[in-house]
């Protein structure tokens, strides 16, 4: 949700008043009554006209939706079931219906870091690994920055090689759950973790304790820690930077390397590039491109990866700032 969207959605819980305001929220995840929250407590006063606005919003939005059963996962279920009898339904339902409540691991989601730190922190790695890729990434990042480096080092490693929870984690899982959550009576089989959860759990972290983590999978296995790298800042996350931090690197990137590497990035982040350079050069730069016919991705791939390094490189040595996670960002 954006920020008007927040603006808008904390206008018309307002105007609803506190009873009803309070059945809304208990629709939302934590995460969004915290942001809602806040945004509520910020706002002290709005114009009729501001109000008149949103609430037309709300109405030409809530006129335009129209909801075909009343309860969609309910009808997942009974339509694959139907389909394709009991066992397979089921192996499909845990997939699709993954967003789900996983039992004891819901209440995760409304307790601050240091308290879901605690409860976890003599549990074995594995365990805690397999509950923390269940947690928003960001909730994940903060309850690691609770832990010792050497518990971090061990979850993430385990995260970074987790390809899905097989029975016997299963077991240990709920076993936990019982004992430490007060859960329920089982949790989905759910392909979470792997190389991609463990990078963008690590770039939340902030560079400080990154490097040290990595470090730590570094000392087990040098070929995991360069994948998870790899994957923690990929090329369309490098027109998520600051237009200085930009206009910087393309000074560093040749200009060949930036037109291939722009034949396979999406459109937004080939339109941030080019609205950091002149006009002369980005229309010379549009030209090259529109004069560029296909491309094997092999090619485009490995000039994105040169791009990459020298983000990386400038990123190490101070003079840009990767994400919104460092610890010694330049304020």
Do not use: C
Request: charged share 30%; aromatic share 4%; net charge negative.
């Amino acid at each position: 949700m954006d920020e008007d969207g927040l603006n808008n959605s904390a206008i018309l819980l307002m105007s609803l008043g506190e009873e009803e305001a309070a059945e809304v929220f208990r629709h939302l995840s934590p995460k969004e009554v915290q942001r809602l929250g806040e945004t509520i407590a910020r706002t002290r006063s709005i114009t009729k006209e501001r109000l008149d606005s949103v609430i037309s919003k709300f109405t030409d939005a809530a006129a335009a939706q129209s909801l075909l059963v009343s309860n969609s996962s309910d009808y997942v279920r009974a339509v694959l079931k139907r389909a394709l009898g009991d066992d397979k339904a089921s192996l499909l339902i845990d997939r699709i219906l993954q967003g789900g409540d996983v039992s004891g691991i819901e209440s995760l989601k409304w307790m601050d870091p240091l308290s879901v730190a605690e409860l976890l922190r003599n549990e074995h790695p594995q365990i805690v690994a397999a509950i923390l890729v269940h947690l928003d990434h960001e909730q994940s990042a903060a309850v690691l920055s609770h832990l010792s480096e050497r518990q971090r080092g061990e979850v993430m490693l385990r995260i970074a090689t987790l390809e899905g929870i097989q029975p016997t984690a299963l077991q240990d899982l709920n076993e936990v759950l019982f004992k430490v959550l007060a859960g329920g009576d089982k949790v989905r089989k759910a392909s979470l973790g792997g190389i991609k959860t463990a990078a963008e759990i690590i770039n939340l972290m902030g560079t400080a304790v990154e490097g040290k983590v990595l470090e730590s999978i570094r000392g087990y296995d040098p070929d995991l820690a360069q994948k998870i790298v790899d994957k923690m800042f990929v090329f369309d996350d490098v027109a998520k930077l600051d237009s200085k931090s930009i206009q910087m690197v393309l000074r560093e990137v040749a200009s060949e390397t930036l037109i291939v590497a722009l034949k396979g990035a999406s459109p937004d982040s080939r339109e941030k590039f080019l609205a950091n350079m002149s006009s002369r050069a980005a229309e010379a730069m549009r030209e090259d491109l529109e004069s560029r016919g296909p491309m094997r991705l092999s090619e485009v791939e490995t000039q994105q990866k040169e791009i990459l390094k020298t983000v990386r490189r400038m990123a190490e040595e101070g003079q840009i700032v990767l994400g919104g996670g460092a610890e010694d960002a330049f304020v």
